[in-house]
T-cell receptor, first 113, second 109 residues
């Protein structure tokens, strides 16, 4: 079984809809991240969490919110989806003892029409 | 200026060739450096960490020049399976992780 899982893997939604992307990990890591990837722009950080009580905005947090329900779960919400949020979304985990290597989930391909 | 910049690519090289990628960064507080590999439509995966003294892992060699603020990755004897996008990544002293835009490599038979 994969160490970092994301659901759903693909989603098509309409403008204005609320959508939640979920991430779970079995690695026991304290740090979790949400990124989006767009062609030519690389990975951009949306939000990150260093533990359950610590949530931080990344470089592109507008239009997104997150919830760290447990050490192993970190969800990303789009309150009112818009077409320019169409992208590939990745969740990742890391910890200090692992040298900060980031372990990524398989990604969620989101299309907002 | 972007915090991390990479050769734009794409690089198209024949099997067996040696190819080098460069990456420059602007944040002098950067503490850790990495190369990740990303296959098409897949998640990035760590290829290797980059150490100050330089390090090698099989056909891959990574170098770090802190004074000039650049990192390099050398791939020798390229294989078809090396075709991917290579991401330069750094971690700053305040634990911010920054990904470069990536350089695409295609190894041609």
């Amino acid at each position: 079984d994969a160490d970092v899982t994301q659901t759903p893997r693909n989603r098509i939604t309409k403008t204005g809809k609320r959508i939640m992307l979920e991430c779970s990990q079995t690695k026991g890591h304290d740090r979790m991240y949400w990124y989006r990837q767009d062609p030519g722009l690389g990975l951009r950080l949306i939000y990150y969490s260093f533990d359950v009580k610590d949530i931080n905005k990344g470089e592109i947090s507008d239009g997104y919110s997150v919830s760290r329900q447990a050490q192993a779960k970190f969800s990303l919400s789009l309150e009112s989806a818009i077409p320019n949020q169409t992208a590939l979304y990745f969740c990742a985990t890391s910890d200090r003892t692992g040298g900060y290597e980031q372990y990524f989930g398989p990604g969620t391909r989101l299309t907002v029409t | 200026r972007k915090e991390v910049e990479q050769d734009p690519g794409p690089f198209n090289v024949p099997e067996g060739a040696t190819v080098a990628f460069n990456c420059t960064y602007s944040n002098s507080a950067s503490q850790s450096f990495f190369w990740y590999r990303q296959d098409c439509r897949k998640e990035p995966k760590l290829l290797m960490s980059v150490y100050s003294s330089g390090n090698e892992d099989g056909r891959f060699t990574a170098q770090l020049n802190r004074a000039s603020q650049y990192i390099s990755l050398l791939i020798r004897d390229s294989k078809l399976s090396d075709s991917a996008t290579y991401l330069c990544v750094l971690r700053t002293s305040y634990d911010k992780v920054i990904f470069g835009p990536g350089t695409s490599l295609s190894v041609i038979p």
